[in-house]
């Protein structure tokens, strides 16, 4: 036992939190994205305890991982080619494909709407809970509504504290933000949500994707509300670094070669300009920053707008809204 309800992952510990999810518990469970908050995701009872938890709005639909792209496809009515295409390439992996749900999937689930949010994580830990329990599990951000995603067991624990049965510690995430989430219908594929599969590799798969948002404020999918992702303090976007002000009580998300001395706090998501490596940091220097007493206003700059770039500023743009 580490702290608490955060323990270390072994083969006990993954059938214990397997049994906590039969009772209708909530578990956080690590995936290479972000840390999830898991219960049965064909359980209302428990669907309901996870939007309890978290504060969550119930129109904002919750994403079911299953633990094999067989089972995934299990819960929806209808499986266009393009989507076991997308599968075969990227599952495991951070992918969400967004289709025609059948009647099993409760309606908190998806928060009314015709469609299931599915994704077969890559990590470790969530197969082996996945494949324990048996079953679907919804599993959002295992963080307060609004808030930034925990990277990290300890992030879980300072987010959700008590509320949360167990928390398994797989390390820190890999990939570090969201999922990408892609809605594919009849002849048709649409980009929900940039995450941690480039969209670029996507469209080599099914040409361009197709844009929606959140309609008349009602998200089709998670992490389409306006503002999400935040920290408690002040998050500003400016054009270029030399827009921050030069201020002791400053934060910074830099990016790139550093330059120069600052007299405030400087988190650096990548020296080298890897984007990759930028967004396995992002949630965590944000949560430095927002830490820090230090600190009373965090800056950034956008990041270049290919690959995971976009997915970055996506969360900087919804963090700082």
């Known amino acids: 036992?580490?702290?608490?309800?955060?323990?270390?992952?072994?083969?006990?510990?993954?059938?214990?939190?397997?049994?906590?999810?039969?009772?209708?518990?909530?578990?956080?469970?690590?995936?290479?994205?972000?840390?999830?908050?898991?219960?049965?995701?064909?359980?209302?009872?428990?669907?309901?305890?996870?939007?309890?938890?978290?504060?969550?709005?119930?129109?904002?639909?919750?994403?079911?991982?299953?633990?094999?792209?067989?089972?995934a496809f299990g819960l929806a009515e209808r499986v266009p080619e393009a989507a076991r295409e997308l599968a075969r390439r990227f599952w495991p992996g951070p992918l969400t494909l967004v289709l025609p749900k059948r009647e099993m999937v409760p309606d908190l689930a998806t928060s009314g709407l015709p469609n299931v949010a599915l994704r077969v994580p890559a990590?470790?830990?969530?197969q082996a809970l996945l494949r324990a329990f048996g079953g679907p599990l919804a599993a959002p951000s295992a963080n307060r509504f609004g808030r930034i995603s925990p990277t990290d067991a300890a992030a879980v624990r300072e987010e959700l504290g008590e509320a949360v049965s167990l928390i398994l510690d797989g390390g820190p995430c890999?990939?570090?933000?969201e999922s990408t989430v892609v809605f594919?219908?009849?002849?048709?594929?649409?980009?929900?949500?940039?995450?941690?599969?480039?969209?670029?590799?996507?469209?080599?798969?099914?040409?361009?994707l197709g844009r929606a948002t959140a309609v008349e404020g009602r998200p089709l999918a998670p992490g389409q509300l306006r503002q999400h992702y935040a920290?408690?303090?002040?998050?500003?976007?400016?054009?270029?670094?030399?827009?921050?002000?030069?201020?002791?009580?400053?934060?910074?998300?830099?990016?790139?070669?550093?330059?120069?001395a600052f007299p405030g706090v400087r988190e650096n998501l990548s020296p080298t300009g890897d984007l990759r490596e930028a967004a396995t940091n992002l949630f965590r220097a944000m949560r430095r920053l927002d830490d820090d007493a230090r600190v009373g206003t965090i800056y950034a700059v956008p990041l270049p707008t290919r690959g995971l770039g976009r997915a970055i500023n996506e969360r900087l743009e919804r963090a700082g809204s």
Request: aromatic residues 4%; without cysteine; hydrophobic residues 45%.
């Open 184 to 208: 594919l219908g009849e002849g048709e594929a649409l980009l929900l949500r940039a995450g941690g599969i480039a969209v670029e590799e996507i469209e080599a798969t099914t040409g361009p």
């Open 231 to 260: 920290p408690r303090k002040p998050l500003k976007l400016v054009r270029e670094a030399g827009e921050i002000p030069a201020r002791g009580d400053v934060g910074w998300l830099a990016f790139g070669a550093e330059t120069g």
């Open 1 to 71: 036992m580490q702290a608490n309800n955060v323990v270390f992952t072994t083969e006990e510990a993954i059938l214990g939190a397997a049994e906590l999810l039969r009772q209708g518990q909530v578990v956080g469970m690590p995936t290479e994205t972000v840390y999830g908050l898991a219960g049965d995701g064909l359980n209302p009872a428990a669907l309901a305890r996870i939007f309890e938890v978290k504060q969550r709005p119930l129109f904002d639909p919750l994403i079911l991982h299953v633990a094999t792209a067989d089972e």
């Open 174 to 177: 890999a990939v570090g933000v």
């Open 123 to 126: 990590h470790p830990v969530a």
